[in-house]
């Protein structure tokens, strides 16, 4: 019985410990269609400090960071940030591209 309950209180703490950061939606069509360059602009000046806002997270270190780590060795705290900066890292490129194709 107390390997069952050591077991579960690890996974507890394993889901507690896993930092969650947001995500960024692609660019939609309608987005696409309806954004001009002041949008563009305003939406990329969003998803810049969206990315700097985890990259300075990630670097810092604190409670949630010692205990992913001691349960899982940090792999899921990485695999979410890694997650969080792709989505936003897409939209980026997106609102590049966009910028482009609307000769901002």
């Known amino acids: 019985m107390r390997p069952i309950i050591v077991f579960c209180t690890c996974l507890i703490l394993a889901g507690c410990a896993t930092q969650r950061f947001g995500r960024q939606t692609p ?25 700097a806002d985890i990259r300075k997270t990630r670097k810092d270190t604190n409670g949630a960071h010692v205990v992913g780590f001691l349960i899982d060795f940090g792999i899921g705290n990485t695999w979410e940030g890694d997650e969080a900066e792709a989505t936003g890292e897409a939209r980026l490129e997106a609102l590049k591209d966009l910028g482009r194709q609307k000769a901002c």
């Open 27 to 51: 660019l939609s069509e309608t987005e696409k269609t309806a954004f001009d360059c002041r949008d563009i602009k305003i939406e990329t000046a969003k998803t810049e400090e969206f990315l």
